[in-house]
């Protein structure tokens, strides 16, 4: 089963940029694309951006639009989320997440508990967003 490892994250001020990884242990045969998903503690995990391997495709939930983007580097097995124009309300830890079946972006990021469908996870990484 693929395995998702985490980089990036940290503390930036508001206005500034980060870039997040999650690097799959295998080649994309093994999965059809990746999300991402954040989460305050104490609240629900909300879906933040997503793409679809198949059709290149991505997707994003509408407070991020213009903000951040989501990549693919089929070399290295790695998505990336690039996150601009931060704001307090980003903070957050991030998670990307994938599936052993294909899964649809737009379920998982519109729907409210989308993220249970998901079985493979990253450990998470902490963005944190000072004003």
């Known amino acids: 089963q693929v395995q998702l490892v985490q980089t990036g994250g940290g503390l930036v001020q508001a206005g500034g940029s980060l870039t997040l990884s999650c690097a799959a242990s295998a080649s994309s045969h093994s999965y059809t694309g990746i999300a991402w998903f954040r989460q305050v503690a104490g609240k629900e995990r909300e879906g933040v951006s997503c793409?679809?391997?198949?059709?290149?495709?991505?997707y994003y939930r509408d407070s991020v639009k213009g903000r951040f983007t989501i990549s693919r580097d089929k070399a290295s097995n790695t998505v990336y989320l690039q996150l601009n124009s931060l704001n307090t309300e980003d903070t957050a830890v991030y998670y990307c997440?994938?599936?052993?079946?294909?899964?649809?972006?737009?379920?998982?990021?519109?729907?409210?508990?989308?993220?249970?469908?998901?079985?493979?996870w990253g450990k998470g990484t902490l963005v944190t967003v000072s004003s």
């Open positions: 793409i679809n391997f198949s059709d290149g495709k991505t």
């Open positions: 997440a994938t599936d052993s079946v294909p899964f649809p972006c737009q379920v998982v990021l519109g729907t409210p508990t989308g993220y249970l469908g998901l079985d493979i």
